[in-house]
C-alpha cells in the first residue's frame, strides 16, 4: 500500500506563512495528480488544491491567491505553500491522490492560525 506522511504544519499568526510537505511511498508518483484537502472537526473534507504528475493546477476559490501547490516528482513528495493565512484555514491538511485515493490516508498536520 501506498503511505503518505504529511508535515510542517504549526501554529502561526494570521498574515503567516507555513509550507506543508507530504512524501508518498511510491514510484509511480509521478503518474498520479495529487491534492491536498483539509478537514475540521465534524466537518466534511474539503479539497483544498490540486496538481497533475505533468504540473497543472487548481484551486478551491476560499485559496486561489494564497496557496501554492507545487511537487517534486524525484523526491515522490507534493508541497503546499500557504501565505496570507486567516484563522478559517486552521485544519488538519491532508494529501492524497485523486480522483482515486490511494486506501490509506495519512495523519496529516495541524495548521492553527491563530494570533
Known amino acids: 500500500q501506498v503511505q503518505l506522511v504529511e508535515s510542517g504544519g504549526g501554529l502561526v499568526q494570521p498574515g503567516g506563512s507555513l509550507r506543508l510537505s507530504c512524501a508518498a511511498s511510491?514510484?509511480?508518483?509521478?503518474?498520479?495528480?495529487m491534492a491536498w484537502y483539509r478537514q475540521a472537526p465534524g466537518k466534511q473534507r474539503e479539497l483544498v488544491a490540486r496538481i497533475t504528475g505533468g504540473g497543472i493546477t487548481n484551486y478551491a476559490d476560499s485559496v486561489k491567491g494564497r496557496f501554492t501547490i507545487s511537487r517534486d516528482n524525484a523526491k515522490h513528495t507534493v508541497y503546499l505553500q500557504m501565505n496570507s493565512l486567516k484563522p478559517e484555514d486552521k485544519d488538519v491538511y491532508y494529501c492524497?491522490?485523486?480522483?482515486?485515493?490511494?486506501?490509506?490516508w495519512g495523519q496529516g498536520t495541524h495548521v492553527t492560525v491563530s494570533s
Open positions: 492524497n491522490s485523486v480522483p482515486h485515493p490511494f486506501a490509506y
Open positions: 511510491t514510484s509511480m508518483f509521478s503518474i498520479y495528480t
